[in-house]
């Protein structure tokens, strides 16, 4: 056998797969969580995969003077990032002839960088208000939250609270994966009737 034809085969097979590597990105959407109920008004979605956790969301809303206020906290897997929060909340009850109203309090702040990109718009198709926070820079590492809500009902009918929640990580490990997490959670504020 000659050495030389050998040797060049093998190295070019092996840059050939070394250089594959770097494309091969795995995706994962994750849409059926575990629901945890914390207490009244509280709630968290958990997102699992290959029997590990990989995020959760949760929700923590308390009521005062006839409005819903709520704090958000979005967890994910060490070497993950967070690349995009989609948010959309809207009140059954009275969701197409009047829609609650959902304002943003708190501005989402890492610690040293820009605050991340916020957007507010309503739904062509879809009920509700969504929030969509982008650019998170410092933030995609840590736990996110300091995204706060208040949700107003403009109809004394609603005292149920939808919130749909997409997160978009990325890394994971090698070869790199993506995760989608894809839940909704479900919040009763009967309170709101005697406002």
């Not at 629901?35 to 699992?48: A, E, L, Y």
């Amino acid at each position: 056998m000659n050495r030389r034809t050998y040797l060049g085969a093998v190295c070019t097979a092996g840059v050939a797969a070394t250089a594959g590597c770097g494309a091969v990105r795995r995706e994962e959407t994750l849409s059926d969580p575990t629901v945890n109920v914390d207490g009244p008004g509280r709630k968290t979605i958990v997102f699992s995969s290959d029997g590990g956790e990989v995020g959760h969301f949760g929700v923590d809303g308390s009521v005062e003077s006839g409005r819903i206020d709520l704090s958000t906290e979005i967890w994910h897997r060490s070497g993950t990032r967070v690349e995009s929060v989609r948010l959309r909340l809207w009140m059954p009850g009275a969701a197409t002839e009047s829609p609650a109203k959902v304002a943003v309090v708190s501005p989402v702040e890492g610690d040293s960088s820009p605050p991340p990109s916020v957007t507010l718009s309503t739904p062509e198709r879809n009920l509700g208000t969504v929030i969509e926070v982008t650019d998170l820079d410092d933030l995609a590492d840590e736990t996110i939250s300091t995204l706060a809500l208040v949700v107003i009902p403009r109809s004394e009918a609603a005292t149920t609270l939808n919130v749909h929640a997409t997160i978009d990580l990325s890394g994971g490990g090698l070869p790199s994966k993506t995760f989608t997490l894809d839940g909704r959670l479900q919040l009763a504020y009967p309170e709101l009737t005697a406002q």
